[in-house]
């Protein structure tokens, strides 16, 4: 399912794995051995006597697979089932959906992930109910009207194959994949690498927006379920500078961030946000939430009101009173493009996953905080929503807003941040300018990450000889330079 908590039924995620064969009447040896093979393909082996809610969402998602890949089936439909995973996450989901696939097994994918598309052998697009296009991704990519129309857009390794046909005169780059594209890019004159400065961030100034000093946090701590989700975690964020978490899935980037409004506070560690020291047994925990919204990874756990309206009108009735609330209601869902007369009315459990995230967002924003906190806030938004939500937080940017996010999505950070935190294993790596920490394919490595498109491609072009300066990390970047 699109949401996977919803197919969660069992309290460790090694019985959940099993619940499916053992109502196939499966014999109990081979559900063991089922169970075992099953995990060890989604990586959640080690973590099979773990409750599943203290899973983060994107561990979640892998046992809900590992639960259907136990079953064996005959054909699986997977909806959205990457939104949630890191990188190299979705690779080897979609290095499992060709292996199911050469197995004479039916895949059926439902993604806004062009990516995705990219490796099916056939691409159905619908449209407001309505069959729309039937044929090759290729096909469909070469169709940039029925995209716009459609509200959505080419991967970015076509978007980069289309950049660099316009200014390469007489070859034109048809890759669907960066894979494809980077074996097909051409060399310099000279054919020796291009080698640039990477850029890097000023020196830290006293005004710090966010420090995070050796932050430790055990969940169930003293239990025989204790699980340390962060240790010894440090960073910096300036102010002014939009700063991203970055790491692969279960690397303690939403425990992190729920430290910063304050619904964990420090086990060990400081932790200091804005005027906030959450440190001081005195400290103003509402104060603290009143200047850092939060957005959670799974708004629709969160959601308690039946109306949208009324649910983006809570925090700030609770704050200001009803004089202005309207008002403050109305600019909030404009920001995130969701409508105010058609959707105030609507109620929260009939909205789609990716309105479900507008109308968390919009929450939060009614609430008019100083620092706003995103966890994977583009997970399960179709291509113009998500440009759109990155526009609106470009906007806030510019309007002063600071703006703390994690994401799976490298084009996101690339695109809204200037630096960024390299999370593993609930560890800090690195923090730094996010354009040289991009460049660094030994940390990503080590991170689980891998660098957006654009990067990739510069990177290849630099290293064979053409003079790409070291900040270009979005296509936008690319296309100029």
């Known amino acids: ?47 099979r006597d773990r409750p599943p809610h203290l899973l983060s969402a994107g561990q979640i998602q892998r046992v809900a697979l590992a639960g259907v890949l136990a079953m064996q089936p005959r054909c699986i439909i997977f909806d959205e089932t990457t939104a949630m995973l890191d990188p190299i996450g979705k ?39 309505h069959l729309q296009f039937d044929g090759s991704p290729a096909e469909l990519f070469a169709r940039s009207d029925l995209l716009t129309a459609c509200h959505l857009e080419p991967p970015p390794a076509v978007m980069a194959a289309q950049i660099l046909s316009r200014h390469f005169a007489g070859t034109t780059f048809s890759a669907l994949t960066v894979t494809d594209l980077l074996k097909a890019l051409p060399q310099n004159r000279t054919g020796s690498p291009f080698f640039t400065q990477n850029p890097s961030l000023p020196p830290l100034t006293a005004e710090a927006m966010i420090v995070v000093d050796g932050l430790e946090h ?76 939060l957005v959670f990874q799974n708004p629709e756990a969160y959601f308690f009101e039946q109306y949208v309206g009324d649910e983006i009108a809570y925090g700030p009735k609770l704050l200001h009173g009803r004089e202005g609330l309207r008002e403050r209601v109305s600019r909030a869902m404009g920001w995130v493009g969701l409508d105010f007369e058609k959707f105030k009315d609507r109620f929260t459990s009939t909205l789609s996953g990716g309105e479900k995230r507008k109308v968390a967002l919009a929450s939060a924003l009614a609430m008019e905080p100083g620092l706003l906190i995103l966890d994977e806030p583009t997970a399960g938004l179709d291509p113009y929503s998500r440009n759109n939500l990155l526009k609106t937080l470009k906007q806030l940017q510019g309007h002063g807003m600071e703006i703390m996010l994690s994401s799976h999505n490298m084009e996101d950070i690339a695109a809204l941040t200037r630096q960024m935190t390299v999370l593993a294993h609930g560890k800090s790596l690195q923090t730094g300018a996010s354009a040289a920490l991009f460049a660094d394919a030994s940390l990503l490595s080590q991170a689980g990450l891998i660098a957006p498109a654009s990067v990739r491609v510069a990177q290849r072009l630099r290293e064979m000889g053409w003079p790409l300066d070291g900040s270009v990390i979005t296509l936008a970047q690319l296309d100029a330079a």
């Open 1 to 47: 399912f699109q949401s996977p908590e919803d197919q969660i039924v069992s309290s460790l995620v090694r019985e959940d794995t099993a619940f499916g064969p053992e109502n196939l009447g499966i014999p109990a040896e081979e559900i063991h051995k089922r169970v075992e093979e099953a995990l060890n393909r989604v990586g959640m082996w080690e973590q």
């Open 91 to 129: 690779r080897d989901v979609l290095e499992q959906m060709r292996e199911l696939h050469a197995q004479g097994i039916t895949v059926v994918m439902i993604t806004h992930s062009m990516e995705e598309v990219a490796f099916a052998d056939r691409a159905v697009l619908l449209h407001e109910g």
């Open 218 to 293: 055990v969940y169930m701590s003293g239990t025989p379920l204790a699980h340390q989700a962060i240790e010894n975690v440090s960073f910096s964020s300036r102010k002014g500078c939009a700063h991203g978490l970055v790491g692969a899935t279960g690397s303690g980037k939403s425990t992190l961030l729920q430290h910063l409004n304050g619904l964990y506070l420090p086990q060990k560690g400081q932790v200091t946000v804005g005027p906030y020291s959450l440190n001081d047994a005195k400290v103003d925990i509402r104060g603290l939430r009143r200047f850092a919204g």
